[in-house]
């Protein structure tokens, strides 16, 4: 069997690049390099050659096309991260649908469908990443397609109540009954992807496979891990390094103790409500005032979007206010600082820090509250305060577990992980570190695969492997339904010189034909 991997973005390696630690990018390239394969997607390029180049490295072909600034505009900013990121992260006032959009998405799909077709082979195994391809299986079977192809959706998915809000999410969803397996990060996520094949579709469903005309397809959960061993090397090294961010993190913090967030800028993060959380932490506990700093990290991410343009000002302005309120000449409450750091360094920011505070409003997994953990000094670890609405926190319950929507929680949450004797916080890490240890980034991609390669498609019932199932302690680790944005699917106005294009028929427009 060779391995076809397809995401929207695909980054070739140098050719004698070596892996720092782990992550998502280096396990798929390292499942290609075991069974020979190729990677497929979008350069990162936006110009006017379309054209396939092929790059070749070692056993593995990486294949890129560049878009079309149309193609970007529609497919890329519109579609996939102005309407499908925002309701499937529940919140629909953030949603904006344009029929031109779809229309783009479909067609960068179609496009990728027509090129890749063109480099199957018969016994290929093809698994392609995310929300931006959804309806590419339905594409590729419309060619003639018939291998094994497996979908992995890596961020949340909602229930049908909130999805079909948008516009052909009912064709959307349709199209994923073209995948022989597809994966979600949690039982929750499966649970509504099936709910929406049966509500909105009319689909039949045992409860882990699903009938959808003649096609039968697994719907599974595979959180994702991360290469814990790399990481902990990577944290236990940047201590011995002389000239770090960490050490001159010392310098400036001296014996001041350190929280840490690190999130791309986007408002699924929840980092605006972190900042006024770890505010109301700071007025209501006055004597912790000058003994603790919040770093975070946050690079920027999609700044063409408007909100992101927006959670960009706001993240400012709560981090100054914050600052010229609570601050004092010689110490800073909170520094924001958006750009990326080298894993390395993320890793040493990490273990210097006493409390890892990761509150997404909603999140597919969120690999940060992996590593942080996996960085953490095992003789004096420190606390990770986890949102209940991040994929992690089905996994990792002995994490304080807190609601990003309630400040005074978090807040006091953060007090709690400040004040917590060393033997809780050694009982924590351990049962934390168990977890995802044995459920790594190898684990995930080898589990996906089996799953995928195996006659017919088998839906685990097995739920990955979890060492305590108390709830921590004052906390639920069952995701309640979350408080939603009831805001209405908003409508952008059409930029000037770009066309409302005739859009296809609801239903029967991607007929999936074996
Ligand atoms: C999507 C889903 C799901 C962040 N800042 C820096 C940096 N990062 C790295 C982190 C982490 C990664 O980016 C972020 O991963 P997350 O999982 O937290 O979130 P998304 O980017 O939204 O990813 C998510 C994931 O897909 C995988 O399925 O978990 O739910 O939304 O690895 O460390 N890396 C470096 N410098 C930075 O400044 N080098």
Redesign the pocket.
């Given at each position: 069997m060779r391995l076809v991997v397809v995401s929207n973005r695909v980054t070739i390696p140098d050719r004698h690049e070596k892996a720092a630690a782990g992550?998502?990018a280096v396990a798929l390239r390292e499942a290609l390099e075991r069974h020979g394969g190729l990677w497929f997607g979008w350069s990162g390029v936006v110009g006017a050659a379309r054209q396939l180049r092929e790059t070749q490295r070692g056993n593995v072909t990486y294949a890129v096309t560049d878009l079309s600034e149309a193609e970007r505009e529609s497919y890329y900013l519109g579609f996939s991260n102005r309407a499908l990121w925002p309701i499937m992260h529940y919140r629909l006032g953030l949603t904006e649908f344009q029929r031109s959009d779809y229309i783009g998405y479909l067609g960068v799909n179609r496009r990728f469908a027509r090129e890749l077709t063109r480099m199957i082979q018969p016994d290929d195994v093809i698994w392609i990443h995310?929300y931006h391809l959804i309806p590419l299986a339905a594409e590729l079977r419309r060619r003639g397609v018939t291998n094994r192809i497996g979908y992995?959706h890596?961020?949340?998915w909602p229930s049908a109540d909130v999805l079909s809000a948008l516009p052909f999410s009912t064709t959307l969803v349709r199209t994923l009954a073209a995948y022989d397996l597809v994966g979600m990060?949690t039982e929750v996520d499966a649970r509504n992807l099936i709910g929406c094949l049966v509500d909105m579709c009319g689909a039949r469903t045992d409860g882990r496979r699903v009938r959808l005309g003649v096609r039968e397809t697994a719907v599974q959960s595979f959180p994702?891990g991360?290469d814990v061993e790399a990481f902990r090397r990577l944290a236990a090294a940047s201590v011995r390094q002389a000239a770090t961010p960490l050490r001159a993190t010392r310098e400036s913090l001296g014996e001041r103790k350190l929280v840490i967030g690190?999130?791309?800028l986007?408002y699924?993060?929840g980092i605006v409500q972190r900042l006024e959380a770890f505010g109301q932490f700071l007025q209501s506990h006055p004597d912790e005032r000058g003994r603790v700093s919040l770093l975070q990290?946050?690079?920027p991410?999609r700044s063409d979007v408007p909100e992101y343009a927006e959670l960009d000002r706001m993240s400012d302005e709560v981090a100054g206010r914050l600052n010229a309120q609570i601050g004092e000449f010689d110490w800073t409450p909170i520094r924001v600082v958006k750009?990326?750091?080298?894993?390395t360094?993320?890793a040493g920011f990490y273990r210097r820090a006493e409390v890892g505070l990761?509150t997404?409003m909603r999140?597919?997994?969120?690999?940060?509250?992996k590593?942080y953990v996996a960085a953490q000094n095992p003789a004096d670890p420190g606390v990770l305060v986890l949102s209940r609405f991040?994929?992690?926190a089905q996994q990792l319950g002995e994490a304080l577990i807190v609601n990003p929507y309630d400040t005074h929680e978090v807040a006091e949450a953060i007090r709690t992980a400040l004040a917590m004797p060393k033997s809780e916080r050694i009982r924590r890490f351990e049962a934390l570190y168990h977890v995802i240890e044995t459920s790594g980034i190898h684990w995930w991609t080898q589990r996906y695969l089996d799953a995928l390669t195996r006659s017919p498609v088998e839906a685990e019932i097995a739920e990955p492997p979890r060492k305590v199932d108390a709830p921590a302690r004052g906390t639920s680790r069952k995701p309640r339904a979350a408080v939603l944005d009831r805001g209405e699917v908003k409508g952008r106005p059409v930029p000037a010189g770009r066309k409302r294009n005739a859009v296809p028929a609801e239903s029967g427009h991607l007929t999936l034909v074996r």
């Open positions: 992550g998502l995310d992995f890596h961020i949340p990060q994702i991360i690190v999130d791309r986007d699924s993060k990290i946050a690079p991410s750009k990326a750091y080298s894993r360094a993320l990761v997404p999140d597919g997994m969120n690999l940060v509250a590593e991040a994929g992690a």
